[in-house]
């Protein structure tokens, strides 16, 4: 199993950035993929972006491409997302999760593929 932690949500102006980060235990976060999910008040949880186990795959929300970067350090556990240009429909709880699913093509923007999520991190972002 895998635990996450979230952490980098806040408060910022419209185009504006963000850094979050999902810091995952145990020793085999290598060989899971990473997404992150994000879920606004009255909304269904939606994709935002994941990366494979190695992070030469990453697959991106139409709302988020050429604004949002995934990345990973496997040698810290921790998945980032960079987040510029924000806006206010941006403004979510943002949620890392992992799954261990192969392949990649499979796993990569579909929710119920991932078993991990960690608590989730308020981003919000002002007009």
């Known amino acids: 199993q895998v635990q996450l932690v979230e952490s980098g949500g806040g408060l910022v102006q419209a185009g504006g950035s963000l850094r979050l980060s999902c810091a995952a235990s145990?020793?085999?976060?290598?060989?899971?993929?990473t997404g992150w999910f994000r879920q606004a008040p009255g909304k269904e949880r939606g994709f935002v972006a994941a990366?494979?186990?190695?992070?030469?795959?990453?697959y991106y929300g139409d709302s988020v491409k050429g604004r949002f970067t995934i990345s990973r350090d496997n040698a810290r556990s921790t998945v980032y997302l960079q987040m510029n240009s924000l806006k206010p429909e941006d403004t979510a709880v943002y949620y890392c999760?992992?799954?261990?699913?192969?392949?990649?093509?499979?796993?990569?923007?579909?929710?119920?593929?991932?078993?991990?999520w960690g608590q989730g991190t308020q981003v919000t972002v002002s007009s």
């Open positions: 145990g020793r085999t976060f290598s060989s899971y993929a």
């Open positions: 990366i494979s186990w190695r992070g030469s795959s990453t």
């Open positions: 999760a992992a799954s261990r699913t192969r392949p990649f093509t499979v796993v990569a923007g579909a929710v119920d593929e991932y078993p991990y």
